[in-house]
T-cell receptor, first 112, second 114 residues
Framework: DADVTQTPRNRITKTGKRIMLECSQT?????MYWYRQDPGLGLRLIYY???????NKGEISDGYSVSRQAQAKFSLSLESAIPNQTALYFC???????????FGPGTRLLVL | AQSVTQLGSHVSVSEGALVLLRCNYS??????LFWYVQYPNQGLQLLLK??????LVKGINGFEAEFKKSETSFHLTKPSAHMSDAAEYFC????????????FGSGTRLSIRP
């Protein structure tokens, strides 16, 4: 079984809808991250969490919110989806800030 | 603050040729440096990383990278390209701090010609 899982893998939604992307990990890591990937822009950090009670904004948090329900679960929500949020979203975990990050398979989101 | 620049968004080499992917970083403190690879329809996975010590780092699949502080570079090389090396490669930097995050470059797509 994969160490970092993301659901759903693909999602099509309409402008204005609220959606949630979920991430679970079995690696026992404290730190979890949400990124979005756009062609030519690499990975940009949306939110990160160092533990259940510590949530931090990344470089592009506007329009997104997160919830760390447990050490192993970190969800990303789009409160009111807009077309420029169409992207590939990745969850990642690590045991420390400078340590290797382990990525989920990604969620491909299309906002119409 | 840290930043990463990857030179060339797309590199194409022939099978069996040398692979060279360029990465330059900026960091006000000693950096940790990473190369990640992303195969089609997959997440990123670590190829290699530099923390401290030996400046030539060997990774998986025959890749290696050399940390050159004077040039602020961490270029990725492989002596002989395989078709299976076709993927997107990301350079990343982090500071030596438990509170730091990893900053990714914009990526280089590597294509292999038969």
């Amino acid at each position: 079984d994969a160490d970092v899982t993301q659901t759903p893998r693909n999602r099509i939604t309409k402008t204005g809808k609220r959606i949630m992307l979920e991430c679970s990990q079995t690696k026992g890591h404290d730190r979890m991250y949400w990124y979005r990937q756009d062609p030519g822009l690499g990975l940009r950090l949306i939110y990160y969490s160092f533990d259940v009670k510590d949530i931090n904004k990344g470089e592009i948090s506007d329009g997104y919110s997160v919830s760390r329900q447990a050490q192993a679960k970190f969800s990303l929500s789009l409160e009111s989806a807009i077309p420029n949020q169409t992207a590939l979203y990745f969850c990642a975990t690590s045991s420390g800030g400078q340590e290797t990050q382990y990525f989920g398979p990604g969620t491909r989101l299309l906002v119409l | 603050a840290q930043s990463v620049t990857q030179l060339g968004s797309h590199v194409s080499v022939s099978e069996g040729a040398l692979v060279l992917l360029r990465c330059n970083y900026s960091s006000s403190v000693p950096p940790y440096l990473f190369w990640y690879v992303q195969y089609p329809n997959q997440g990123l996975q670590l190829l290699l990383k530099y923390t401290t010590g030996a400046t030539l780092v060997k990774g998986i699949n025959g890749f290696e990278a050399e940390f050159k502080k004077s040039e602020t570079s961490f270029h990725l090389t492989k002596p002989s390209a395989h078709m299976s090396d076709a993927a997107e490669y990301f350079c990343a930097v982090s500071a030596y701090s438990s509170a730091s995050k990893i900053i990714f470059g914009s990526g280089t797509r590597l294509s292999i010609r038969p």
